[in-house]
């Protein structure tokens, strides 16, 4: 197995609730999302630490053994803002949450990683009571769409991103759920 490239100090995560430490599910801290410089942007950076720092915000990450970062998932309980476009995908809190950020080292791809990780995120769901994960897919990936085909995801609703030079916008459409 390859070395992954991203390096988590070793143990400075809190390890998530009712989770045996071999699977290294963690909240991330500051001082984690700090020693992934060099290997995000920094703007990607500032993303994570505002995660971090938001309560309706689930952020997990899922360590190596040895520390490195085999990948993270994030969760909203609320209806959240995309960033980048400026639209809002609706989910009904105590019911719904958002899917809107994951990934998986390029050196652990296809061992299981993200299976493992929404299998995990699923059951903290259901534990919580929410009936159903909305995700943002976009069309274009066809990985994510089988891989979410594949865990039962039915699309409702469509979101038609629109740039010219500067100027982006967007077109939201949600089916009756």
Known sequence: ?????????????????????????YNPTLEMIESLKGHFP???????????????IDFIIRMHPEGGLWGYMMHSMVPMKDVEYKF???????????????????????????????????DRRRKTGHEAIVVAVRTKDRPAMRYHQRFGYQPVGTIQHYRVGKLRWNKVQMNDR
């Open 1 to 25: 197995m390859a070395e992954p490239n991203l390096k988590v100090p070793k143990g400075r995560g809190t390890p998530v609730d009712s989770v045996v430490d071999e699977n290294y599910m």
């Open 88 to 122: 809002t995908i609706p989910v009904i809190p105590g019911k719904e949450t958002l899917q809107f950020d994951g990934w998986v080292h390029p050196d652990f791809r296809g061992m299981l990683i993200a299976i493992e990780g929404s299998n995990w995120m699923l």
């Open 42 to 56: 920094p703007a990607r950076l500032q993303i994570f630490r505002n995660m971090v720092e938001d309560p309706n």
